[in-house]
């Protein structure tokens, strides 16, 4: 009995690792390194005597540096699914900057050791800007819809792994009452299952 369920078991592994070795490249995971320009709306409070103090706002273009995580599921050879975040961190004015991307969407490849792809994103974005002791920023943490357009290329290395030498991505968010126009650039590695 235990020669029987060794020798399914054998037959069951050895069927699971063709059917995965046939479908290399069904799922592929990037991550890396991540660069966004963020354009910014800053609200700052003018030191006066009494209140009320006048509030002023100003747009700044902090360059926040981070990560970037996504994983696509190729449906057909050329076409997949891709859920991307990403988190970018930095200051301005002196204060601390944070922004989250979630984003998800369709994305079209050319299969190869070269392989060049493009993707439309769609999805939210978190914002945070902290309070600090020495600038009159006032502090502000929001959610907004965000869409991101972008390309790469990818460079097989290995049966499983490629490197993304860049991505760019032009994404745009919604924060407050105004659009933001940001460029977003990425670099790393990726993993084909």
Same mark, same amino acid.
């Given at each position: 009995?235990?020669?029987?369920?060794?020798? =399914?078991?054998?037959?069951?592994?050895?069927?699971?690792?063709?059917?995965?070795?046939?479908? %290399?490249?069904?799922?592929? *995971?990037?991550?890396?390194?991540?660069?966004?320009?963020?354009? =910014?709306? =800053? #609200?700052?409070?003018?030191?006066?005597?009494?209140?009320?103090?006048?509030?002023?706002?100003? $747009?700044?273009?902090? $360059?926040?540096?981070?990560? #970037?995580?996504?994983?696509?599921?190729?449906?057909?050879?050329?076409?997949?699914?891709?859920?991307? &975040? !990403?988190g970018h961190y930095g200051t301005v004015q002196g204060s601390s900057d944070h922004v989250q991307t979630y984003l998800f969407g369709p994305q079209v490849h050319l299969p190869g050791p070269v392989s060049p792809?493009?993707? @439309?994103?769609?999805?939210?974005?978190? #914002?945070?800007?902290?309070?600090? #002791?020495?600038?009159? *920023?006032?502090? *502000? !943490?929001?959610?907004?819809?965000? =869409?991101?357009?972008?390309?790469?290329?990818?460079?097989?290395?290995?049966? &499983?792994?490629?490197?993304?030498?860049?991505?760019?991505?032009?994404? @745009?968010?919604?924060?407050? !009452? !105004?659009? %933001?126009?940001?460029?977003?650039?990425?670099?790393? *590695? @990726? &993993?084909?299952?």
């Open positions: 009995m235990r020669r029987l369920l060794l020798a =399914v078991a054998v037959i069951c592994f050895g069927s699971l690792f063709a059917s995965v070795a046939s479908a %290399q490249d069904t799922f592929q *995971v990037f991550g890396g390194y991540s660069y966004l320009r963020q354009t =910014v709306a =800053v #609200e700052s409070t003018i030191l006066c005597p009494g209140p009320p103090c006048p509030v002023t706002t100003a $747009n700044y273009h902090p $360059n926040l540096n981070g990560w #970037e995580l996504s994983g696509t599921y190729n449906a057909y050879k050329w076409f997949g699914l891709t859920a991307d &975040f !990403s792809f493009a993707h @439309v994103l769609i999805g939210g974005a978190h #914002e945070t800007i902290g309070a600090n #002791e020495t600038t009159p *920023v006032i502090p *502000v !943490s929001g959610n907004a819809f965000a =869409v991101a357009v972008g390309a790469g290329i990818d460079i097989q290395v290995a049966s &499983f792994v490629s490197l993304r030498p860049i991505q760019l991505d032009y994404l @745009v968010t919604r924060f407050g !009452s !105004s659009t %933001q126009n940001q460029p977003r650039a990425s670099a790393g *590695v @990726v &993993f084909h299952f």
